[in-house]
């Protein structure tokens, strides 16, 4: 597959690629992935601070994302022994052993294939951005963050949760939606949709097109979807 030209958008397909990871000296994508959700992020640099910290905390909350049949990956253009030398760092200093691969994109291959390279900084400066892919290989979301703000891990796993209820309950999710609580109901198409869901005693009704519901089963987030 070519470079891309820009960052990958949502709906794009998410390149299969190859890769030195932390993990293994011959990383392929798409068979590690194995049909399961990914949570794929880069960070600009190895021994960062914000970073530093972003690692940790998606470490604590790693089994969490396992029980959503969920993988994480990590990415920088540093060396697999940067990664490493940094790894047992964060376990010596900070007590926290890093679960996941990180990418060692020396190369600069996957972020100029994803487009992650900054423009407008040094061309080995990787912009901290998230990408989550769904098991057919879909970019669903992606988030990009400034260098001096740290990403909020909680955020991240609640959009991974929201993207699967919908595709589970052909629903869509509201603001601050958490897990358990109530989905929209999408637009109507037709008239006799419109008048259908407002004569279901179930639903939540402000008015015809924002129309409340309950899911039908509520399941624990120590579930897998």
């Known amino acids: 597959m070519s470079e891309s030209n820009g960052m990958l958008r949502i709906g794009d397909e998410a390149p299969n690629f190859t890769a030195v990871t932390t993990h293994t000296p011959e990383f ?11 949570v794929l992020f880069s960070h600009p640099g190895d021994f960062t601070p914000v970073c530093t910290t972003e690692l940790i905390e998606f470490a604590h909350q790693y089994d969490r994302f396992r029980r959503r049949a969920v993988k994480l990956v990590g990415l920088s253009v540093d060396s697999v022994y ?11 200093k900070m007590g926290v ?10 190369d600069m291959k996957v972020s100029r294939l994803y487009g992650m390279l900054d423009p407008g900084a040094s061309n080995t400066a ?12 879909t970019i669903r979301a992606t988030l990009s963050y400034p260098m001096n703000i740290g990403r909020n891990i909680d955020e991240i796993y609640r959009l991974v949760v929201a993207l699967q ?11 601050n939606w958490q897990e ?16 259908e869901r407002l004569k279901q005693p179930e639903n939540d009704a402000k ?3 924002l129309v409340f519901k309950d899911l039908p089963s509520r399941r624990s987030s120590s579930e897998s979807p």
């Open 28 to 38: 392929g994508f798409s068979a590690w992935q194995e049909q399961e959700w990914v």
């Open 82 to 92: 940067a990664h490493l030398a940094w790894l047992q760092n964060i376990k010596e």
């Open 97 to 106: 052993t890093i679960p996941y691969p990180i990418i060692a994109d020396a």
């Open 126 to 137: 990787t912009v901290r951005v998230v990408f989550i892919i769904d098991p057919k290989r």
């Open 165 to 175: 209820t919908a595709d589970r309950f052909g629903c869509a999710i509201p603001a």
């Open 180 to 195: 358990g609580e109530k989905v929209v109901i999408p637009p109507p198409k037709t008239v006799h949709e419109l008048e």
């Open 207 to 209: 008015d015809f097109y």
